[in-house]
């Protein structure tokens, strides 16, 4: 996709999936990585305050002694923040060179979220856009949700509702067993609209923190992580103090 086309599709649609931004051998890398990570193997090297990476265990399995632990986790939290392999991640040009081709020259970091779905065990992910989350800044902040084995329908892959990111829409609590209890309230949710993002490994997709998505359970044998970083134009205004204890970096 040319360059100007990639800038439209996310502007009209509030997300855009860019092929092959991981070669063969990048994403084994990435992967032998992100294994370490979920087997417990690998520890946090930059911030000497974490001896863990912050872990979210999928509700189901989480006690339960049969199950490896790579396939008992449903997110991991601020491994870019935490380790220098994941934080020269969020800095390449790889990436970068398409944040700013969506975003503008100056950007900041937030952080990331791998969201690992796991075969057969992984939970679903409510309706929600993710500036509900993020209520302490302007809603214009951009995730790039890099595919690290192919998503498809069958192991749960993100679908969105293409066009819903240009209003904040009413989010409610709904009293669950998902850790994620925010969620879109239904009379704004037109589910005929979906789309299933469907990408193969190596393949990036853009979206808005506006634009509407979720994901059903991964029922299937096959893995389907999804690692995302999150990044801003440099001059998002901040309505209320947001105090992250990273801090939101300048990275370009
Ligand atoms: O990967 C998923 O299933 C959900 C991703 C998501 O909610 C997000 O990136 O904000």
Redesign the pocket.
Known sequence: MGRTNLRQEYEKNGFVIVPKVFDEASLRELRAMVDKVLDGQLKPDLDSEKSEFQTQWEPAVKDNPDVPRREKIRVVFHMTHTHSFFWSLAKSERILALVRELLGPDIRYYTD?M?V?PPIHGSA?PW?Q?SAYWPGAEPNLM?A?IALDDSTVEN?C?RYIPGSHRELLPHHVVESDNP?KLTTRQEFIDETLEVPAEMSAGSVCF?HSCCM???LPNQSGKP?R?L?LIYLPADLEFYEPWNFEYGFKLIS
Do not use: P
Request: glycine share 12%; hydrophobic share 30%; aromatic share 12%.
């Open positions: 979220q969201f779905k992910v929600h993710d995730s949700w749960g993100v994620n979206h998505h979720h994901s389907r999804g995302v």
